[in-house]
């Protein structure tokens, strides 16, 4: 049976039709409801220019989550609330403090950024709710990490940041968007017709999407859609049925025990990485930082990553180089894969038709582990990387007794490094050694050249991380970080 797709927007419970043509938000915003404060510009996730804020409930509470418009599909938001930049407004014309610090500071020229700029702040600003300090530089960063302007310039946009708190305060009615959202709630399969006869399923048991994995085996598996959501606006792809894992209950869990931190395949990118930065923060910050943008993260998950496999993909190097497992969920049980045998060629995994990626299963740390990831791409925020690599040691000693090394960027997949692995294991961890590893990285890879980095920089990159790498962890004399970075740029000691 097919049901309208409800969710709140304007005050009020907004239905759209069955059998609508499938359409991303910021499609159903601008071309049927004509509400064009939200701007497209890129229509792939990287300009912010189409941020909107999503509502929804989560045991009880409302989570509130700024989000890319332009690569988010209309049906994902059955059951949640909508909030774009015509809401901020006061019912008296009076702007919200967040648009009045833009006005004040001077954020806006063009404007055609500003109603994305103005969410990401927004979501900053509700963040912020009753903290009398301003945000530090580094979480404004994080909050605008989205959001791209070709003309102000950022400087008065990070000032506007700091002037908003400043204004007299305006409180966001959670309540009313609570009780708005809860008769919305549904614990049974919602199904929604598409045209032409397709069909997107919304389970809300990990056993009916496994259902419908087996009866509907052509089906797109949809989770954040943050690589999904290109294929529909850049490719024009037609995805046919759908079965969006987003309202599977459970399948967002993070679990920890005492040797593994277990991350639900639905869990967003952003709180896989809190929750796992809990316990790698000086290996994995600066990863998450630069992973995508805010928006990207709230939408994206962990499990779309893996599955995804991208051979560009930053979180596979760190997990293959931890020894993570994938969990696989199918019709007739659970299967626990190493990662890296997960990967079976180019966009080739070892899944099979009825199954889906239940969970990732990261070991804990071990006694007298060492390891890092690096990740080398031309922009700090929302950029894709060149090279992303992981390395785990441990020594006896200086002996190394386990050595695991895994790349990005270097083959068809996110792969092992054997070669350099076998010349490692057993040695002595200094440069002799290091040299030799090196050297055993070219037959390990054999790197494409494309418009991010030719094939000669990818390997000469890949050689010098590892270089990076016993700099910092040598049992002679390790560097700090910042010490080594020059030498990350190619320079010899
Ligand atoms: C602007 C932008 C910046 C980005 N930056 C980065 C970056 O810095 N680093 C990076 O690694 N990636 C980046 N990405 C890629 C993307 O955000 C990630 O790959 C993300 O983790 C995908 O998750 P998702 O939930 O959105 O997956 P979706 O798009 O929903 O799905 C991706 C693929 O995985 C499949 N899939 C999803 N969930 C499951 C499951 N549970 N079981 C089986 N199959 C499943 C889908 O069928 C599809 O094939 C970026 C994307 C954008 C748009
Ligand atoms: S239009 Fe650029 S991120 Fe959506
Ligand atoms: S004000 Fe013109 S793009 Fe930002």
Known sequence: MSESIRFHFRGAMREVDAAAPLRT???????????????????????????V????????????????????????????????????????????????????????????????????LWNLYLQREGQPAPPSRRQVDDALSGNLCRC??????????????????????????????EPLHSDTLRTHALADGYTFFAPRTLSQAIQLRT???????????????????????VLGDIVYLGEVAGLDAIDSSDTHLQIGATASLEAAY?????????????????????????????GGNVANGSPIG????????????????GSTGTRTLALEDFYLGYQKKDMRPDELVAAVRIPL??????????????????????VCAAFSIRLEGDLITDIRIAYGGMAATPKRASHAEGSLLGQPWNDASLTRAMAALTSDYTPLGDMRASAAYRMKAAQNLLRR?????????????????AFAHGDTP
């Not at 930053?314 to 969920?329: E, K, T």
Request: net charge negative.
């Open 53 to 120: 804020m999503v509502g929804r409930l989560h045991d009880g509470a409302l989570r509130l989550e700024p989000v890319n418009a332009c690569i988010r599909l209309l049906p994902t938001l059955d059951g949640k609330a909508l909030f774009t930049v015509e809401d901020l407004q006061q019912a008296d014309g009076t702007l919200h403090p967040v648009q009045q610090a833009m006005v004040d500071c001077h954020g806006s020229q063009c404007g055609f950024c500003t109603p994305g700029f103005v969410m990401s």
């Open 314 to 329: 930053d979180s596979m190097p760190w997990l293959i180089a931890l020894g993570a497992d994938v969990v696989l969920q």
């Open 274 to 302: 809190q929750a796992i930065c809990q316990y790698y923060p000086d290996e994995l910050t600066e990863l998450w930082q630069r992973f995508a943008s805010l928006p990207v993260r709230n939408a994206g998950t962990l």
């Open 152 to 181: 102000t310039g950022y400087r008065p946009i990070i000032a506007a940041a700091t002037r908003m708190g400043e204004l007299p305060p305006v409180a966001f009615d959670r309540a009313t968007v609570i009780a708005a959202l």
């Open 215 to 237: 009866t509907h085996p052509a089906a797109t598996l949809l989770a954040g859609s943050t690589d999904v959501g290109l294929w529909f606006t850049k490719q024009l792809r």
């Open 25 to 51: 938000v910021l499609q159903y915003l601008r071309e049927d409801l004509h509400c064009t404060g939200t701007k497209e510009g890129c229509a792939e996730g990287d300009c912010g220019a189409c941020t």
């Open 469 to 485: 790498f016993w700099f910092e962890t040598r049992t002679d004399a390790p560097l700090a970080p910042a010490q080594v970075n």
């Open 365 to 386: 740390r071990q006694m007298g582990q060492q390891w890092r990831t690096y990740k080398l791409a031309k922009r700090f925020d929302q950029d894709i990387s060149a």
